[in-house]
């Protein structure tokens, strides 16, 4: 069954540092989202991403952050200083139509 | 805005026996999707099952089926002939029949606990 791959598994950062979480889609999925879950927290939404561009964000999606899909397989989550707040499970998903397909996560952990 | 409820934090269950998480949301639109999601340990988001509203029979893939109550706005999930590998947090999710948004919108999540 075709899976959404994401890397790392876990990353450790320091506050302040740049951060690129990655992410491959399912190949013929069109719609590419992040998402966050804070340790015993909901899943929140971050961004949406059709057709080369953001389609929605949401408030937490700050000017911190930004998605990029640089080689038409991989779909990245940039955040450029990060806080310790930042620390959470990044969750990516890709969709066809509306059945999300999510990947594994990767823990950030900001200290 | 749209909102999900999970009023059980937790909830435990004997291994072969049937449980059921409940789900309630808020809404104003009359088209959307409803949909479960499993994280084990390994934290992954696995679906389990979906909804579409605007079907009035009840989803039901294998051992896992869902009682959707539109008028109600409730949407449980009942999980027959429970086995250890259920042992998860359960999220519930909506998400809009709209053009112009395709975000989930998660609850809280409930914890199940399956004892041998």
């Known amino acids: 069954e075709p899976e959404v791959t994401q890397t790392p598994s876990h990353q450790v950062t320091q506050m302040g540092q740049e951060v690129i979480l990655r992410c491959v889609p399912i190949?013929?999925?069109?719609?590419f989202y992040w998402y966050r879950q804070i340790l015993g927290q909901k899943v929140e939404f971050l961004v949406s991403?059709?057709?080369?561009?953001?389609?929605?964000k949401s408030e937490i999606f700050d000017d911190q952050f930004s998605v990029e899909r640089p080689d038409g397989s991989n779909f990245t989550l940039k955040i450029r200083s990060t806080k310790l707040e930042d620390s959470a499970m990044y969750f990516c998903?890709?969709?066809?139509?509306?059945?999300?397909?999510f990947g594994s996560g990767t823990r950030l952990t900001v200290v | 805005a749209q909102t999900v409820t999970q009023s059980q934090p937790e909830m435990s269950v004997q291994e072969a026996e049937t449980v059921t998480l409940s789900c309630t949301y808020d809404?104003?639109?009359?088209?959307?999707?409803l949909f479960w999601y499993k994280q084990p340990p390994s934290r992954q988001m696995i679906l389990v099952i979906r909804?579409?509203?605007?079907?009035?029979q009840n989803a039901t893939e294998n051992r896992f089926s869902v009682n959707f109550q539109k008028a109600a706005k409730s949407f449980s999930l009942k999980i027959s002939d429970s086995q250890l590998g259920d042992a998860a947090m359960y999220f519930c999710?909506?998400?809009?029949?709209?053009?112009?948004?395709?975000?989930?919108?998660f609850g809280t999540g409930t914890r199940l606990q399956v004892f041998p």
């Open positions: 998903a890709s969709s066809e139509v509306y059945g999300y397909t």
């Open positions: 190949s013929n999925h069109l719609y």
């Open positions: 991403f059709y057709n080369n561009e953001i389609s929605e």
């Open positions: 809404t104003s639109e009359s088209d959307y999707y």
């Open positions: 909804q579409e509203a605007y079907k009035q």
């Open positions: 999710a909506y998400r809009p029949f709209r053009y112009n948004t395709d975000k989930l919108i």
